[in-house]
């Protein structure tokens, strides 16, 4: 969400805002404690309540897919739990379908692809996310692409919600939970051996296991990196410090991404440029980047056939 957006939803609705959220900066975070987490969960449900009518939805969508245009994206996946929206949308169906009509007309409109992956909270039952996954699976034809798991990994394991993710892969969706963040190592190998992850979000912790690594590598599977997410939740103090090179150098596939760029104060291209300036990746080296995530997206074939040609242009000029 734009922090503007923000601000003028929260004073149409009267939500009292922090001067956290408020303010022209992102705010400071560590979340590598329970207090820390517990601050950034906060904020972000302060800006989620704001979103309290099907056209404030419809903005959200807009106005995200125009900052990924303008960043030069082709092809966008927009993570979302509709449980946190059903009881100011009429329900969990409601819901969800208000969301993926947003994302059709909006992809129609900007020429933008667009498409949902459907996440499970970690915090809530098991069985919950059995639901959502059927749910998520009924709209794979309306533009649901893959199922998810979100929140703080140090509550529970993934292997609880093995049976959630049986059902989403059975029915033809990536699995795409996070890991490897707030969590060490083990928790990316337990998106791996028990959820089937075809992408992991996060997974920058695999670089403290040899093993982990060479098991990502090995199986293909696509880490959805954040690195200025990363930092900004204390995961590590310096945008040097992010893993990029290590998961690079062990053959890891990579989609750089912005996580939350109301809280954390960037957008996608800016991942590229810490790739580029904190971490000496060349041109043709953040082109392979590019290529990696377009290649671990549900983009259509056509699509991912064309984008990969613009990459090759961009490479090619001067």
């Not at 900052?67 to 449980?83: A, F, K, M, N, Y």
């Not at 296991?209 to 939740?233: F, H, I, M, Q, R």
Request: hydrophobic letters at 40%; charged letters at 30%; proline letters at 6%.
């Amino acid at each position: 969400m734009r922090p503007g957006t923000l601000r003028e939803l929260a004073d149409k609705y009267g939500v009292h805002l922090p001067e956290a959220l408020r303010g022209g900066e992102p705010p400071q975070l560590r979340a590598t404690d329970e207090r820390g987490w517990f601050r950034f969960q906060r904020l972000y449900d302060l800006a989620r309540s704001c979103l309290r009518e099907p056209e404030d939805i419809r903005r959200l969508v807009r106005e995200a897919a125009e900052e990924d245009v303008r960043d030069g994206s082709r092809w966008l996946e927009i993570q979302v739990d509709p449980t946190s929206y059903a009881p100011r949308l009429g329900g969990l169906i409601p819901a969800l379908e208000i969301i993926l009509d947003a994302v059709r007309t909006t992809s129609r409109e900007t020429g933008l692809g667009m498409r949902v992956v459907v996440a499970a909270n970690r915090m809530k039952h098991p069985l919950d996310a059995r639901t959502l996954a059927r749910l998520a699976v009924r709209y794979r034809d309306q533009g649901v692409v893959g199922f998810g798991l979100s929140n703080d990994e140090r509550r529970g394991f993934a292997r609880d919600f093995d049976r959630a993710f049986a059902i989403a892969r059975d029915g033809g969706l990536l699995a795409a939970p996070h890991g490897g963040e707030l969590a060490g190592p083990i928790s990316v190998r337990d998106c791996l051996v028990n959820l089937g992850a075809t992408r992991v979000g996060h997974g920058v912790r695999a670089s403290e296991d040899p093993a982990v690594l060479a098991a990502l590598a090995d199986a293909g599977v696509t880490c959805e990196v954040c690195p200025a997410s990363n930092v900004a939740l204390g995961v590590y103090q310096r945008p040097t410090e992010v893993p990029l090179r290590t998961l690079w150098d062990a053959g890891v596939p990579m989609a750089l991404g912005a996580d939350d760029p109301l809280l954390f104060g960037s957008r996608l291209a800016d991942q590229y440029r810490i790739a580029r300036d904190h971490h000496a990746f060349t041109d043709h080296e953040l082109a392979d980047l590019a290529r990696q995530s377009i290649r671990a997206s549900a983009a259509p074939d056509d699509i991912k056939t064309k984008t990969l040609l613009d990459i090759d242009t961009w490479l090619a000029v001067p």
